[in-house]
């Protein structure tokens, strides 16, 4: 019986514990930051940092496409291995 006891005791801790979080979560926002505005978000990226992003974005697909034809141009059979196999993943996960 005594882990019965420690066991009520333990779950009358974790009830007060809850009911002490759900009133806190329940209070308005803390005054210090009742009434002021939310400050601007300074790094948000401007049109021109996306431009140079997406040119850099552009370059790396270029060079991996680059790579890969010269793989496939040293190993024509490896490519067409790849293709039927990536062919048959495809479709058996599209019969799910």
């Known amino acids: 019986m005594a882990t019965g006891k420690t066991l009520r005791a333990e779950v009358g801790e974790l009830r007060a514990a809850l009911n002490e979080l759900r009133d ?3 209070k308005p926002s803390s005054p210090d930051y009742a009434g002021q505005e939310p400050q601007a978000d300074t790094d ?3 049109p021109s940092d996306m431009n140079a992003e997406a ?8 060079d991996l496409t680059d790579m890969g034809e010269k793989k496939i141009a040293e190993n024509p059979v490896l490519a067409a ?3 039927f196999f990536l062919g048959l993943l ?6 799910r």
Do not use: F, P, Y
């Open 81 to 83: 291995g790849l293709a």
């Open 44 to 46: 948000i990226a401007t």
């Open 55 to 62: 040119q850099k974005l552009e370059q790396v697909l270029k």
């Open 90 to 95: 495809i479709g058996r996960l599209s019969r």
């Open 24 to 26: 806190e979560c329940a």
